[in-house]
């Protein structure tokens, strides 16, 4: 690879990390994406809830994304971002191979890990028979007998939640949930079963969930398990560059707290998009936090090249930028005024 340097670089080629790819690259933007590889949903077997793209197949939808960067010009680079730093011209991003990619600004679409309690069996079905989001998996196991996997209290809202898509749930209390008298009352009046006890494994057979077992050795056959993963953002990188995660209102996990206009994060030039920053973020929103933040680091960059234009500077990476000042530049000649030379 030669060229290094670019207006943006991106970390992170989720939904979230192509979409502001293709907008910076649509903007006439030099833009680099740097991806690991392992979006959240490579599990499951396709997406539900983004309009037109119903059932694709995770890798299909990220390959036709990667595609739509290149076709304008964006450059995708496999490997990941280990850390970053601040430069005179903005950031450099340093990867597991030793390479360094410098951009005038920084968009960390780095998603999220989904924390999974350490029960048997729970990690191989994750995505297949269990679950943690009925508006991705509901209407598949719609009118199942769905366990909901105790994890805290965010698993009584759960098992509310999914009772929606079926009459036949199990609340499994698995040690951590603790019903209050008002919650017991709930899950009597949607006849929500409720299951004393610590879990010991999830059950399967030839690749299809067939049950749960309890540590006493009960085993309860419900045909799908529901669980709430603690949602951490990977943050990583944006740590190194002083952004500290905060707990999630919803006691759901961390997140990176960022400008609702186009994601904007507390240190100047860096931005963060997606399940980073929003851990309820389905694919299609994901997707669309990154055109918010294309958008945003695009104006970001016109106002710093208005302002070099205004004083008779050129920009360093972009051959975009230096149209731009090119034009302001011979604005100014026209009004007379005086223009310093390149
Ligand atoms: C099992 C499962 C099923 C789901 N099903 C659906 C569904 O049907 N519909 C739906 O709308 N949502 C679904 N979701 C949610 C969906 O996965 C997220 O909304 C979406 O992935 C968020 O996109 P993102 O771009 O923010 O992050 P991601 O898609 O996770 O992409 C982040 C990317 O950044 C890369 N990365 C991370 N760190 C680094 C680094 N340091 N250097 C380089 N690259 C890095 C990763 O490899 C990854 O490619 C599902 C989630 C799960 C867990």
Redesign the pocket.
């Known amino acids: 690879m030669e060229n290094t340097r670019c207006d943006v670089v991106i ?7 192509l979409s502001a790819a293709t907008t910076l690259a649509r903007a006439l933007r030099s833009v680099m994406v ?8 490579a ?2 077997a ?5 309009l037109s793209r119903d059932g694709i197949r995770p890798g299909e939808l990220l390959a036709a994304g990667r595609r739509e960067v290149l076709s304008y010009g964006g450059t995708l680079i496999d ?3 280990v850390s970053a730093r601040r430069t005179p011209d903005g950031f450099d991003v340093m990867t597991d191979d030793g390479r360094r990619i410098s951009g005038r600004r920084l968009l960390v ?3 999220l890990t ?1 924390e999974l309690p350490p029960i048997e069996g729970l990690r191989e079905q ?2 297949k028979g269990v679950v ?2 009925p508006y ?1 998996h509901g209407w598949e196991i719609r009118g199942q007998r769905i366990g909901v996997l105790g994890t805290g209290p965010l698993s009584m809202h759960q098992a509310l939640l999914f009772r929606q898509w079926s009459p036949e749930i199990t609340l499994f209390l698995n040690d951590t949930v603790e019903p209050t008298d008002e919650e017991w009352e709930k899950l009597a009046a949607r006849s929500i079963t409720v299951v004393d006890g610590a879990v010991a494994s999830v059950d399967a057979a030839d690749g299809v969930l067939r049950g749960v077992t309890l540590r006493s050795g009960h085993a309860f056959d419900v045909q799908a398990v529901a669980v709430a993963s603690r949602l951490e953002a ?1 943050s ?2 944006l740590e190194s560059l002083g952004l500290v995660p905060q707990p999630h209102p919803s006691g759901a996990g961390r997140f990176v707290a960022v400008d609702p206009m186009g994601g904007a994060t507390a240190v100047r030039g860096v931005y963060a998009a ?3 920053t929003n851990p309820m ?6 997707a669309a936090d990154g055109v918010m933040s294309g958008a945003r680091i695009n104006a970001d960059l016109i106002d710093e090249e208005t302002r070099w234009a205004v004083e008779g500077r050129f920009g360093p990476f972009s051959a975009a930028s230096e149209d731009a000042v090119f034009t302001a530049v011979m604005g100014q000649r026209r009004y007379g005024l005086e223009v310093s030379d390149r």
């Open positions: 970390v992170g080629g989720g939904a979230a990390g740097i991806d690991s590889g392992a979006p959240r949903n599990p499951a396709g997406v539900h809830g983004f490997g990941e971002a679409t780095t998603g989904d994750w995505g943690h989001c991705c990977r990583h990188l997606g399940n980073v973020a389905q694919v299609v929103t994901a």
